[in-house]
């Protein structure tokens, strides 16, 4: 490809985005580049406080606990009070607890502070993702999704890297570095990002002009809604998988005795691959039903981790996760840009926090249950497990692909278009965008969900270490 086709490809995956959401970008990265303490946080505990691997577990467990109970509330507040409060409030708050867990010593002081550090920094994804979803057009959401989430994936490739040598002077160094960078982070959205919120109103159907009065959407309702609450059980499912190359990985790495340098060099793989192929592969993407999409990426993430049974050098872990990463590149903007399909536009909050637990839970679970089963049973017999766990999610992808395509949202039932399941292509997402995004009650299911717009975690998802999601902001 000719350095002019570069160009106008790299121009093509940028343009057409409001200011608003550069902004976000842009805090975004800040936050990421000084996300220092959550990929060291077991090694400051083991290296260089003395506690056993067991407690640096207990603490890993306790900030997924933390994000898992935030993600849930920080929905909500973020429906109620607005996008930029529960942002600003969870940034500064973050900033605060990790600066005070570089200086508490007492086991317990740091446990309890570690799962305030989960709860605080994991409030600011539901936020993100609904603002994202408010301000940018449904057309463009993949591509917006997609690239917050390089943003995440650069911001922590070089963090990662330059933590290595802020720890040389010493670890406290790195907490107070990335309090500094989470301040400058609340100072961008305060300076720059507006409200995002929609104003709660009367809102037109979509049919013949008729107006009706948007209903109130609670967790109750989330919870009821079958299609939206099928999306986070099979993100769980590939969520358990990725996060298996945060702890099983390694410790299989070293059972074949391989290197701590190894597994680096096998994992920099994932964070490279990322950078370098997510903007291209998005334009791919961005305009194709997601229900074939997550099909191939389950699999995919279910085969590479498959792959590592048969793995015995630096060489072919690193094929497989180059197999299981291309699958996370597909699943995060396509999955998290069809949560926001799926969300009523007064409740995203909600939806996208209870979107967000699906990867605090599989942070939290995934470690324990793939060490039982290695520790039972061997690592061939996890990493045999993960293709069946992939298999089964790609299931699960065709059944709700062909179930919204039998059940498409009636018109008039509050979502981004209408008739659009997750089978509608870009031409429902066009439509969409001309009609506007109202939401009502009363669609296909308990509650009215919105089917338009574009088709993608986080994920956000956040940057790898303790307790962490791939995707989100």
Request: glycine residues 16%.
């Amino acid at each position: 490809m000719s350095v002019a086709r570069l160009k106008q490809a790299a121009k093509e995956s940028v343009s057409g985005l409001p200011r608003e959401f550069w902004w976000l970008w842009t805090s975004t990265l800040v936050n990421r580049l000084g996300g220092f303490v959550a990929t060291f946080l077991a090694m400051y505990l083991t290296v260089d406080r003395g506690y056993s691997p067991m407690f640096a577990g207990l603490v890993g467990a306790l900030h997924g606990l933390g994000g898992a109970v935030s993600a849930v509330v920080s929905g909500v507040l973020t429906d109620r009070l607005g996008r930029r409060p529960t942002l600003l409030v969870s940034q500064v708050s973050t900033a605060v607890t990790v600066a005070v867990l570089g200086f508490v010593q007492d086991p317990v002081a740091i446990a309890v502070v570690t799962c305030l550090v989960g709860m605080t920094s994991n409030a600011s994804r539901p936020a993100v993702q609904a603002m994202i979803a408010d301000i940018v057009r449904p057309e463009d959401r993949v591509r917006a999704f997609a690239l917050n989430y390089w943003a995440i994936n650069l911001g922590f490739a070089v963090s990662a890297a330059a933590a290595g040598l802020i720890a040389s002077h010493g670890y406290l160094t790195l907490f107070v570095g990335d309090a500094g960078m989470t301040l400058l982070c609340a100072v961008i959205v305060f300076a720059k990002v507006p409200e995002s919120r929609p104003e709660r109103g009367v809102a037109p159907t979509g049919g013949a002009g008729v107006a009706v009065e948007e209903s109130e959407v609670g967790l109750g309702s989330v919870l009821r809604d079958r299609r939206f609450m099928a999306v986070v059980g099979l993100s769980y499912l590939v969520a358990t998988l990725i996060q298996q190359a945060f702890v099983a990985l390694p410790v299989a790495m070293g059972a074949e005795g391989l290197s701590s340098t190894d597994y680096g060099i096998a994992i920099a793989t994932n964070g490279a691959l990322i950078v370098a192929v997510q903007i291209p592969v998005t334009r791919f993407l961005e305009h194709r039903d997601p229900a074939p999409l997550l099909m191939v990426s389950a699999l995919l993430t279910g085969g590479g981790f498959g792959l590592t049974a048969f793995a015995g050098s630096v060489g072919m872990y690193t094929v497989a996760v180059t197999v299981w990463t291309l699958g996370e590149i597909i699943n995060s903007p396509t999955q998290m840009g069809l949560v926001a399909r799926l969300s009523p536009t007064h409740a995203r909050g909600r939806y996208q926090g209870m979107y967000s637990l699906s990867w605090s839970l599989a942070s939290l679970t995934a470690p324990l249950v793939g060490g039982a089963v290695m520790d039972r049973f061997g690592a061939d017999a996890l990493w045999a497990s993960s293709a069946v766990v992939g298999l089964v999610a790609a299931g699960g992808y065709a059944a709700l692909g062909r179930a919204m395509r039998s059940r498409p949202e009636a018109g008039g039932s509050g979502g981004e278009g209408s008739g659009s399941g997750v089978g509608a292509g870009a031409g429902a997402e066009v439509g969409a965008a001309a009609e506007g995004e109202v939401s009502a009650g009363g669609g296909a299911g308990p509650v009215g969900v919105a089917a338009g717009g574009g088709a993608t975690g986080a994920s956000d998802g956040e940057a790898r270490g303790v307790g962490a999601e791939p995707v989100a902001g």
